[in-house]
Nanobody, 126 residues
């Protein structure tokens, strides 16, 4: 049974940093795709950053240069380092996994992912 558990959310002021973690169990990272999504109240869930098993990463334009996605295969843990946070980054952040997705480019579409965490709230004040 695949489980994804996020942690690390919280409240920060604009310009601050947070690091989110996603602990995965029930599968291994080889040939998998992982991603972080976020959903603000009244808005669609959007892909923020993705990574595939060879380490290739992809970012949404709104976070490129500020957020960094990484993974620790030994710990089966996914991370999202968020720097220079802005009030518009306020949202519930979700970890997502597609264990057998293959491919050479990380997907950021919701339909590509099978498993989801419960989310962790990030609030950025101005």
């Amino acid at each position: 049974q695949v489980q994804l558990v996020e942690s690390g959310g919280g409240s920060v002021q604009a310009g601050g940093s947070l690091r989110l973690s996603c602990a995965a169990s029930g599968y291994t990272y080889s040939s998998s795709c992982m991603a972080w999504f976020r959903q603000a109240p009244g808005k669609e869930r959007e892909g923020v950053a993705g990574i595939i098993s060879d380490g290739t990463t992809r970012y949404a334009g709104s976070v490129k240069g500020r957020f960094t996605i990484s993974q620790d295969n030994a710990k089966n843990t996914l991370y999202l380092q968020m720097n220079m946070l802005k009030p518009e980054d306020t949202a519930m952040y979700y970890c997502a996994a597609a264990p057998e997705c293959g491919g050479s480019w990380p997907p950021l579409a919701r339909a590509a992912f099978t498993y989801w965490g419960q989310g962790t709230q990030v609030t950025v004040s101005s």
